[in-house]
């Protein structure tokens, strides 16, 4: 029963990842220990190491799932043909975030923060943060010609640069969320949308 | 000489300092060592342990020098009377930082990045970062403040909610800069001056 097996190693795989993460989440990628993760995912040592050979590979795993939070958000956001509203798109993402990061098996922002730091000297993980942002921005950069298209967005800016904003709002959101605490997708978008105005 | 001797003391703080910022800058947080912060300080271990007693002591004050590398531009934003373009104000808060990012010796943004990781976990720099950047939210709020008095800015919109969008926007330019490498303060800011539009 070979699909049997590959469904039960793939659940098994995402039972280790979302011990990682919890352990991650609570004390960083430096503390938290292979002896950690196992304890957590309540697996034998036998049975992790048949998934993740190391730490980095449980690190590159959990630093992949923190950076795709929103990955799968877009499809449901390009997939309408009614004209976006940037605002709007922006609240989505937002709100988004917060229910993932909610969710009671870790903050998986709190692993993005790591996924950062890390990625600035660990080249493995460097390459994920590539790959992965380079998606996200693209899906940005779409929205962005949909609403020049539609005329909510002048026509003579080059897409990839209000990608670059679109995108850049989000860590910093992260980071107040996580480190000051007094940020939402209410105030956070009232905000936003002050700021883009009649763009809105 | 009181004087001489305290800003000798100063100065040797800042030659600590700076050593360890470049080491951090390099390995992160967690791999630089007390050995490479001696080492590339030039100083003896005697005279190093003499200002700083530990690596966390050493940590605490490269994290606040990098969360406060925009503190004194605002100084120079809010002393005049003009009114102020949000845009031309992000426009020199990013160029501000890529100006001081680009000093040879070490780039404090991604030290920044490991303070926010860091204060994630652990308390002495969550609360340098919760000082630090409450005061730099006060600053945006601030800039939000006068541009409603000038009439660029919606007046029905709490300035605190528009200060957290444009205090969000520089940790996403910082974290673009440095894992995707394509951005600069000019596409930036072209991109959000086609965001802004009429209100730039």
């Not at 957590?40 to 959990?62: R, T, W």
């Not at 993932?100 to 600035?120: F, K, N, P, S």
């Amino acid at each position: 029963m070979p699909k049997v097996t590959a469904e039960h190693r793939l659940a098994r795989r995402e039972q280790i990842v979302g011990a990682a993460l919890h352990c991650v989440a609570e004390h960083g990628f430096h503390k938290a220990t292979m002896a950690d993760v196992i304890r957590e995912s309540g697996l034998s040592a036998g049975a992790v190491y048949g998934y993740f050979k190391s730490k980095d590979e449980i690190i590159a795993a959990i630093a992949d799932q923190a950076l795709s939070t929103v990955d799968e958000l877009f499809e449901g956001i390009l997939s309408t043909d009614e004209p976006l509203s940037l605002a709007a798109v922006m609240r989505r993402v937002l709100e988004h975030v917060v229910t993932v990061a909610e969710r009671h098996d870790g903050d998986v922002t709190r692993v993005g923060l790591q996924a950062w730091a890390e990625a600035v000297h660990n080249p493995a993980i460097a390459t994920i943060a590539r790959e992965k942002y380079t998606i996200l921005r693209t899906h940005y950069a779409t929205v962005a010609r949909r609403a020049q298209a539609d005329g909510t967005l002048p026509s003579d800016v080059d897409p990839e640069h209000v990608a670059q904003v679109l995108f850049g709002m989000l860590p910093g959101f992260i980071l107040q969320r996580l480190l000051l605490g007094d940020v939402s997708p209410q105030t956070y978008s009232a905000g936003l949308d002050a700021l883009l105005g009649s763009n809105s």
